[in-house]
C-alpha cells in the first residue's frame, strides 16, 4: 500500500512539474508577444512621427568610424563611382522624412543639403539626369552618390550595377520639398545658363545613345554630345545635344557644320 501511495505521488509529482513547466513557456511567450507587438507600436509611431518631409542639413555624424559633415555649399562638383538601391528601402522614411519610392528620380548624397537638386551625368554613356537628393548614403568607398532604381535606369546603369558619373550641384533648399508626383525637371534652377545646340529629341533611349555616338565620331564634332532625360507631360524623353557653348563664334561654327550635314538643330539656354 506504502509503495501505491508513493508511485501515485511522484506520478503527481511529475506532471505538476511538467504544467508548471508549460506555464512558464506560455508566460514566456506571452511577454515575447507583447513584448514585440509593442516594440512594432514604437516603431510605427516613428516611422509616422519622422514620416513629415523637412529641409534638412543636419550635423556632422560618423559611419564605420569615419565622420562626415553636411553643410550648404555654394557649388559642388565632384566625379567618381554612383550605386543604386531600390527594393530593400521602398516605402521607408527617408532622412529628410520622405518616404522613398524606388520609382521616383531621386538620390542619397552623404553631405549635401536635403533635399537638394544635383546633375547626374553618367561618364560612361553621356546621359544627363537632374536628381533630387532627398536621402543620406552611400556609404562604401569611392561612392558618391546611391540613386533610386528609376534615376539608374534612366542613367543606362541598372544592369551594370555601378557607374562612373560626375555630380554638380544646381540649387537646394526647402522649395524644393514637392510632391514625388511632382515634374522634377519643371523646377526653376537657380544656375547660370549656358548655351547648348539640341540636335534631337527621342522617346527611345537606345536611339539616343545612338544618335550621340554617331555625332561623336564626326569628325567637326569638338564639343561635349551629351543626352539629357527630362519627365514632360508623364513622358521620358531623351535630349541630344552639344555643349556647353561659352563662345558665341563657337556655338555658330558648330551650328553652321549641322546646317551643311543636313542635321536640324537649335540653340537652347539650359542650366550649365
Known sequence: MKRYIIVLLYIYLIVFTISCSQTQLATHITKHVIRNTETADV???????????????????????????????NRYYEIGIASWYGPNFH??????????????????HKILPLPSLVKVTNLENSRELIVRINDRGPFIENRIIDLSLKSAQLLGMQDQGTAKVS?????????????????????EVNENKSYFIQVGVFSNATNADKFAREL??????????????INRDNKLLYIVRIGPLEDKEDLMYVKRNLERNNIDSKIVLEPS
Not at 44 to 70: D, E
Open 43 to 73: 516603431e510605427q509611431n516613428i516611422n509616422i512621427q519622422t514620416s513629415k518631409p523637412i529641409y534638412k542639413v543636419g550635423n556632422p555624424y560618423y559611419i564605420n568610424g569615419i565622420r562626415y559633415i553636411p553643410k550648404e555649399l
Open 216 to 229: 561623336r565620331n564626326e569628325n567637326y564634332i569638338l564639343y561635349k554630345v551629351s543626352v539629357l532625360t
Open 167 to 187: 555630380v554638380e550641384l544646381l540649387d537646394y533648399g526647402p522649395h524644393l520639398l514637392v510632391s514625388n508626383n511632382k515634374d522634377i525637371n519643371t523646377i
Open 91 to 108: 516605402g521607408k522614411a527617408t532622412a529628410n522624412g520622405e518616404v522613398f519610392n524606388q520609382y521616383d528620380i531621386t538620390a542619397a
